[in-house]
């Protein structure tokens, strides 16, 4: 007793600390990825960030998305540890920074950064590496290539109140983020852009490492108390269609079909979106169609029990729009650019009120084919003026009916 109010304060570290230690490791061990099954599948989310500023809304929603699963924010820098420069690393002196902001946003993830010459190397180490044991990302998320770069968004009134336990500011967060370079003098080199041919090699890179393929766009205006306040936009929209496949009659439940509505469900189910009802679009060619699609739907929703309102969105017209000849395994950039519009205009018609889009990505072509900027240009034309838009592809399986 006289040791404790004697000792001088902070001498003595938490034991609370050291007794989680021993118990995290100790089930981390049992938790043997050997045992994992479909029926126990939850998202395990690894979010790539480029500058934090201009994604924190993008931060929050993955927040939500992932529900009771594993979040991990990761962060390329681009340099080298150069012992001529400092004995230290560089990456030191940015790490608390981050974990201030994950504070401030009050969003529960881990932050993985990394320090490579290679953007693409750099990011295929946090794919590889980052979590532990059988806690690590099935499910990779990351924005759109914009032609110009977001504009800064971060503000000091987007951050919670100062925290007890933040060692930085809000302010000074802030400052530091949004600064032309945020990196400190010893990493003072110029990150640059990605080419879309560098941007499309990293999504085949995403998808060859096993994980499922996120691609976030118009999240720089996403509000999630806005959107879902009285009167606001109340709906979460799903189109686990294959919009660019139309001879399935726009529909074929494989892995990434699912993926999409797993997703959708998952964040239906957030407590922060228990205002929001999901509803599940189907695109069919005739009332023949239509009425059999609704029944297969609905039986299908009631086999996983999730709740969603199914709706049956007539097509032809769009059909229509595309070029005889062109093939079931033809690339969106193959499109005619009246179907890419057509479908663009179908999506907006039917969802001027929703909150978020989850849609299929159409799947990326090989960056051996040169069609790089052609396949970004369709993808722009296909989510113009959605409202904040999930473009998902789904490599494995997620969902199971079986007991």
Known sequence: MILHYQAPIGSWGSISQ???????????????????????????????????????PLMDFVNDLKKSGLYVIGHVNKGNLDSEQ????????????????????????????TLTENIRSGIQQL??????GAMKPNTVVIGFHELNASETVLQETHLLKDLKFSKI??????????ASDFLPKEMNVDQGRSTPNDYLHILNDIM??????????????????????????????????????????????????????????????SSKWKSASLRVFICVNSLQDMHIQEQQLKLLLQ????KAKSVMVPWDHV???????????????????????????????NSSDTAVTFLNLPVPPS?????????????????????????????????????
Request: one cysteine or more.
């Open 86 to 113: 400092s004995a230290l690393d560089p990456l030191q002196q940015v790490y608390p920074y981050w974990l201030s902001l994950v504070d401030y946003l009050k969003i529960k993830a881990f932050v993985e950064l």
């Open 367 to 403: 960056p051996s084919l040169n069609r790089s900027d052609e396949y970004m240009d369709a993808l722009r034309l296909l989510t113009a003026d959605l409202p904040p838009t999930l473009l998902v592809c789904g490599l494995s399986s997620v969902i199971s009916t079986a007991l």
């Open 127 to 132: 794919i590889r590496l980052s979590g532990l």
């Open 18 to 56: 050291a007794l989680i230690y021993h118990q995290v490791r100790k089930y981390l061990l049992l938790l043997d990825v050997r045992k994992e099954h479909v029926k126990f599948w939850r998202p395990q989310i690894l979010l790539l960030v480029n500058r934090p500023a201009s994604c924190c």
């Open 208 to 269: 060859n490492l096993n994980k499922n393929l996120c691609i976030a766009r118009h999240f720089s205006r996403f509000d999630r108390e806005l959107m879902l306040k009285s009167g606001g936009k109340q709906y979460i929209d799903v189109w686990p269609s294959h919009l660019f496949k139309p001879e399935d009659n726009g529909l074929r439940w494989d892995n990434s079909s699912l993926f999409v509505l797993q997703l959708a469900c998952i964040l239906s189910m």
């Open 169 to 178: 500011g809000r302010s000074e967060v802030v400052e530091y983020f949004t």
């Open 303 to 306: 086999q996983l029990r999730i």
């Open 319 to 349: 059909v229509a729009q595309m070029k005889e000849g062109t093939h079931a395994s033809a690339n969106i950039a193959e499109f005619p650019k009246t179907f890419v519009s057509a479908v663009n205009e179908m999506i907006r018609r």
